[in-house]
């Protein structure tokens, strides 16, 4: 029930990063370090390990000295959303 619980909310996650992959504003690092976290998203496996994985990858680039201040909130949202999946009991 947890991981059905998870998996939706990771669903919800991905339409967010798809967002802000199409957003053509944002610098080619940053939008690498989006699509490498949606990869992780996609992975067959455990939900909190591929919330791990996408996580590791979008705290790195949150704290980049030059990510516009629009960017980092958009990462910062996705951040903490994945931080709710883990969250979730079962």
């Known amino acids: 029930m947890a991981n059905e619980k998870k998996e939706e909310k990771v669903k919800q996650i991905l ?5 802000m992959l199409n957003d053509t504003a944002m610098p080619k690092n940053i939008r690498a370090a989006v699509e490498n976290a949606k990869t992780r998203l996609n992975e067959p496996g455990e939900p909190d390990v591929r919330v791990g994985g996408a996580i590791y990858c979008l705290n790195e ?9 629009h960017a980092r909130t958009q990462i910062w949202s996705i951040l903490s959303a994945l931080e709710t999946v883990k969250e979730i009991q079962g």
């Open 15 to 19: 339409e967010i990063v798809n967002m």
């Open 61 to 69: 680039v949150s704290e980049d000295i030059n990510l516009s201040a």
